[in-house]
């Protein structure tokens, strides 16, 4: 299932007192960190801002919001109203650890519903064509929903900027977008979605998730993560070091 990757990144990051976007690890940006990541499962990955000119020296492809100052559902729809495919797959721009087993979580539910129901229009048409025309209103219509949304939920809470959207949620988006009702629970409330929790996929462990949902909104929240990370590469130096003396003996 082709899919394109969207991440939201049209926040002001006031908590934080600059750009988290463009806060760096290990000398590459949040944002391009990210990008890499989803580029992984989506050929095309979009960033939506306020200002299109702001990521021109990183070489990603941006798009401004249609609704600015309207908060992150303004970001879902100016995405998914960007991309050409029927499914988009998106990641807040301070969501620095999430993994592509998290992402290959979350499409895998739209990816299997979407070869069901494939399978089970062709069933359908096969079965009309062997009967009359007069009969095939005695053929059951489906009454399933069609699936337009999977979200991560992580002990009990979940997260609309981790999450998979059908191109068919744009007009309920611009609906609520122009009656000023920008509460995303709200929205998700009146959509068809499957919550995708944590640990029912078996690529992607419990960790994984509770890195992936982890987002930075205060300047202690960027330090801590720093600090985590310099310590994550001062054992895996001392590890080589070790390994490298044991080759020597």
Same mark, same amino acid.
């Given at each position: #299932?082709?899919?394109?990757?969207?991440? /939201?990144?049209?926040? =002001?990051?006031? =908590? #934080?007192?600059?750009?988290?976007?463009?806060?760096?690890? $290990?000398?590459?940006?949040?944002?391009?960190?990210?990008?890499?990541?989803?580029?992984? /499962?989506?050929?095309? /990955?979009?960033?939506?801002?306020?200002?299109?000119?702001?990521?021109? $020296?990183?070489?990603? $492809?941006?798009?401004? %919001?249609?609704?600015?100052?309207?908060?992150?559902? &303004?970001?879902?729809?100016?995405?998914? &109203?960007? &991309?050409?495919?029927?499914?988009?797959?998106?990641?807040?721009?301070? #969501?620095?650890?999430?993994?592509?087993?998290?992402?290959?979580?979350?499409?895998?539910?739209?990816?299997?519903?979407?070869?069901?129901?494939?399978?089970? !229009? @062709?069933?359908?048409?096969?079965?009309?064509?062997?009967?009359?025309?007069?009969?095939? %209103?005695?053929?059951?219509? !489906?009454?399933?929903?069609?699936?337009?949304?999977?979200?991560?939920?992580?002990?009990?809470?979940?997260?609309?900027?981790?999450?998979?959207?059908?191109?068919?949620?744009?007009?309920?988006?611009?609906?609520?977008?122009? &009656?000023?009702?920008?509460?995303? *629970?709200?929205?998700?409330? !009146?959509?068809?979605?499957?919550? @995708?929790?944590?640990? $029912?996929?078996?690529?992607? !462990?419990?960790?994984?998730?509770?890195?992936?949902?982890?987002?930075?909104?205060?300047?202690?929240?960027?330090?801590? *993560?720093?600090?985590?990370?310099?310590?994550?590469?001062?054992?895996?130096?001392?590890?080589? *070091? /070790?390994?490298? @003396? =044991? @080759?020597? #003996?």
């Amino acid at each position: #299932m082709e899919v394109t990757g969207i991440i /939201v990144a049209g926040g =002001r990051s006031s =908590r #934080m007192g600059q750009n988290k976007a463009l806060l760096q690890f $290990e000398g590459v940006t949040i944002l391009e960190r990210i990008a890499a990541v989803l580029g992984k /499962v989506a050929r095309r /990955v979009i960033v939506v801002t306020r200002d299109t000119q702001q990521y021109r $020296e990183l070489g990603l $492809e941006t798009t401004a %919001d249609l609704y600015p100052g309207l908060g992150p559902l &303004s970001g879902i729809h100016a995405g998914l &109203s960007a &991309s050409k495919t029927e499914w988009g797959i998106v990641v807040a721009c301070d #969501m620095p650890f999430v993994q592509p087993e998290i992402l290959q979580a979350l499409l895998s539910h739209a990816t299997n519903w979407t070869a069901a129901q494939k399978v089970a !229009s @062709e069933q359908k048409h096969a079965q009309r064509e062997q009967v009359p025309f007069y009969e095939n %209103d005695l053929f059951p219509q !489906s009454t399933q929903p069609a699936l337009q949304a999977v979200i991560a939920s992580v002990d009990g809470r979940i997260h609309p900027l981790l999450g998979v959207y059908h191109r068919s949620v744009l007009p309920s988006a611009e609906q609520c977008l122009r &009656s000023g009702s920008l509460r995303l *629970i709200d929205w998700l409330n !009146s959509l068809n979605v499957h919550y @995708e929790r944590a640990g $029912e996929w078996p690529g992607a !462990s419990l960790d994984m998730w509770k890195q992936a949902v982890f987002n930075m909104n205060y300047p202690q929240d960027y330090q801590l *993560i720093v600090k985590q990370l310099e310590c994550t590469e001062d054992v895996s130096r001392q590890k080589g *070091i /070790v390994e490298d @003396e =044991r @080759e020597d #003996m």
